[in-house]
C-alpha cells in the first residue's frame, strides 16, 4: 500500500541553524500539507501547497519557514534560522483531490529537537 | 474558522468494555468531513474512522463507530470491546474544502487497563 515517507526521522540541531525537512508524498496526490505538533499538545497545520504554490498558511508558517517542491517527488520545508519553541514533531500529509471523504495521510514525522 | 473541542483529556477502561470519546466542533459551513485519528506513542498519525457531514448514517468501521449528530454539532467516537493495543492519544479532526487543511482537537489520552 501506498504510503508517505518522511526523513529524517529524527533531527537535532543548534538555535540559529537552518534545517529541511523532506517529505515524500504518494505518488498520484496532489494536495500536500505540513503539521506541526509541540509534545503534549495538539497537531497544528502549518501550510499546504498545491499545483506548485502555496494554497493555505497559518500565523505559525512565518517568513523562516518555506516550502518547496524541488522535482516530481519530494516535498521539503525549511526553517531558515531555528528556534527553541520550533522543538516539535512535523507531520507531512497528502491527499489526491476527490478522494474518499477528503482523507489526508500522513507520514510517520520528523521529530526536530533545537538545542 | 473552524474549531474542535475533546472535553475529555484523559479517560480510562477496562479491556473488552466500551468506552465513548467525546467531540464538538464550531463551524458555518454546511459540508464538511470529521475524522478520528489515533496517535500510539510512536507518534504516527492513523486514520481510524471518517465521516462526511452529509451523510446522515453513522460511520463503524469493525470495533468503532461515531455518533454523528449534525445540529448538535458533535461528533463521538466509540470503541466496543477495547483492546490493550486502543491505549493512544485520540484527535478529533475538521475539514472543509474550502480551508484546505484538517483543524485538530486538543486529543483525548485512552489507557485501556487489563
Known amino acids: 500500500e501506498p504510503e508517505v515517507t518522511q526523513t529524517p526521522s529524527h533531527q537535532v540541531t543548534q538555535m540559529g541553524q537552518e534545517v529541511i525537512l523532506r517529505c515524500v508524498p504518494i505518488?498520484?496526490?496532489?494536495?500536500f500539507y505540513w503539521y506541526r505538533q509541540i509534545l503534549g499538545q495538539k497537531v497544528e497545520f502549518l501550510v499546504s501547497?498545491?499545483?506548485?504554490?502555496?494554497?493555505?498558511k497559518s500565523e505559525i508558517f512565518d517568513d523562516q519557514f518555506s516550502v518547496e517542491r524541488p522535482d516530481g517527488s519530494n516535498f521539503t520545508l525549511k526553517i531558515r534560522s531555528t528556534k527553541l519553541e520550533d522543538s516539535a514533531m512535523y507531520f507531512c500529509?497528502?491527499?489526491?483531490?476527490?478522494?474518499?471523504?477528503?482523507?489526508?495521510?500522513f507520514g510517520p514525522g520528523t521529530r526536530l529537537t533545537v538545542l | 474558522a473552524q474549531t474542535v473541542t475533546q472535553s475529555q483529556p484523559e479517560m480510562s477502561v477496562q479491556e473488552a468494555e466500551t468506552v465513548t470519546l467525546s467531540c464538538t466542533y464550531d463551524?458555518?459551513?454546511?459540508?464538511?468531513?470529521l475524522f478520528w485519528y489515533k496517535q500510539p506513542p510512536s507518534r504516527q498519525m492513523i486514520l481510524v474512522i471518517r465521516?462526511?457531514?452529509?451523510?446522515?448514517q453513522n460511520a463503524t468501521e469493525n470495533r468503532f463507530s461515531v455518533n454523528f449528530q449534525k445540529a448538535a454539532k458533535s461528533f463521538s467516537l466509540k470503541i466496543s470491546d477495547s483492546q490493550l493495543g486502543d491505549t493512544a492519544m485520540y484527535f478529533c479532526?475538521?475539514?472543509?474544502?474550502?480551508?484546505?487543511?484538517?483543524?485538530f482537537g486538543g486529543g483525548t489520552r485512552l489507557m485501556v487497563k487489563p
Open positions: 500529509a497528502s491527499r489526491t483531490p476527490g478522494g474518499p471523504d477528503n482523507e489526508q495521510f
Open positions: 505518488s498520484n496526490h496532489l494536495y
Open positions: 501547497f498545491y499545483n506548485n504554490e502555496i494554497s493555505e
Open positions: 463551524t458555518s459551513e454546511n459540508n464538511y468531513y
Open positions: 465521516q462526511e457531514a452529509y451523510k446522515q
Open positions: 479532526a475538521f475539514f472543509v474544502n474550502a480551508g484546505n487543511m484538517l483543524t
